[in-house]
Every structure is written in C-alpha cells, then in structure tokens.
C-alpha cells in the first residue's frame, strides 16, 4: 500500500507529463505518437487522483463527491457521514498539499 507522500510523487510524475504532452501538443496537433501518450498519461493521471481522493482526501474540485462517506480517513472531520468531501484533509495552513 503506497502512502500519502508516495502517491502525491506518482501524481507530480504523470502531470508533469501530461503538463508537458499539452504544451508539444499545442504546436504539433496531429502527432499521433504524442496523442497515444497524451490519452495514456491523462488516464493514468485520473485513476492515480481517484486512488488518491478514496485513500485520503481530494486534491482539486473535479474529485469533489457531495455524497461520500469516509470512514479510513484520518482527517475526515465527519466520518461515516454523507458529506461535502473538499473538508476533508489537511488545508494548505495546517500542513496538506496545494
């Protein structure tokens, strides 16, 4: 089981990819190879959030559920609760990732 700071590296790694697929992208649109690795690297980067946001937390809004019950969340302040999931975690100020 990979912990939270493990995880967070593998996210960094696949954006920073994604990151820069989009930006060759922009200039050569039609690069097949690039799109094949582009539609590769921005699946893995959605399931690695997805993993990420039912082990911890959310890390941006598009993972946001309005309807989750945590129960394995250290910061979860409502666990077992149906409840708006952008709470959980630590914010920015009490140590948690931007």
């Excluded at 954006?15 to 050569?28: C, E, G, I, Q, R």
């Excluded at 980067?45 to 990420?52: A, H, Q, V, W």
């Excluded at 941006?60 to 999931?85: L, R």
């Excluded at 952008?86 to 948690?96: C, F, S």
Aim: proline content about 5%.
């Amino acid at each position: 089981m990979e912990n939270r700071q493990e995880l967070l590296q593998k996210i960094d790694e696949i954006s920073f990819a994604v990151n820069d697929l989009t930006l060759y992208l922009d200039t050569h649109p039609t690069d097949i190879q690039a799109l094949e690795k582009f539609d590769s690297y921005a699946g893995e980067r959605k399931r690695l959030m997805s993993e990420y946001e039912m082990k911890f937390e959310p890390l941006t809004i598009d993972c946001v559920k309005a309807d989750t019950i945590h129960d394995h969340n250290e910061y979860c302040p409502y666990p077992q609760q149906k409840h708006f999931t952008w709470v959980d975690g630590p914010a920015a100020w009490e140590g948690g990732t931007l």
